[in-house]
C-alpha cells in the first residue's frame, strides 16, 4: 500500500522555481509532521523542511528564504515551494514522516534538475 507520493519535479534553470506536492494517506496525514528530504548523487538523504500538525516549521538553513513548507489537511498533502533554485538543490525529493521513527516507508520520490 502507497502511502507517499511524491511529484512536481523536472529540470529548471537556476533561479527558477517548481512546487512539490507530496500526497499522503490519511491515517499518516493527520497524526504526524511531515517532511521533505532530498538525496543528492553520492551523498545520504538529507533533511529538508518540516511542518507540524499544527502547521509550525522548520527548515535547514540552505533553504531558508527560497523554499516554503505547506499543508493542505483537506487533501492530505503536503507542498514544497522552491524559489532562487540552485544547482546544488539538484536531487532526488522525498516526503516522509518527521520524526522518520513513525516512517511508513519511503516512496519513489521525485527528480529535481536545476541546471546552471
Known amino acids: 500500500q502507497v502511502q507517499l507520493v511524491e511529484s512536481g519535479g523536472g529540470l529548471v534553470q537556476a533561479g527558477g522555481s517548481l512546487r512539490l506536492s507530496c500526497a499522503a494517506s490519511?491515517?499518516?496525514?493527520?497524526?504526524?509532521?511531515i517532511g521533505w528530504y532530498r538525496q543528492a548523487p553520492g551523498k545520504q538523504r538529507d533533511f529538508v523542511a518540516r511542518?507540524?500538525?499544527?502547521?509550525?516549521?522548520n527548515y535547514v538553513d540552505s533553504v531558508k528564504g527560497r523554499f516554503i513548507i505547506s499543508r493542505d489537511n483537506a487533501k492530505n498533502t503536503v507542498y514544497l515551494q522552491m524559489n532562487s533554485l540552485k544547482p546544488e538543490d539538484t536531487a532526488v525529493y522525498y516526503c516522509n514522516t518527521w520524526p522518520l521513527t513513525r516512517s511508513p516507508g519511503w516512496g519513489q520520490g521525485t527528480q529535481v534538475t536545476v541546471s546552471s
Open positions: 490519511g491515517s499518516i496525514f493527520r497524526i504526524n509532521a
Open positions: 511542518i507540524t500538525v499544527g502547521g509550525s516549521t
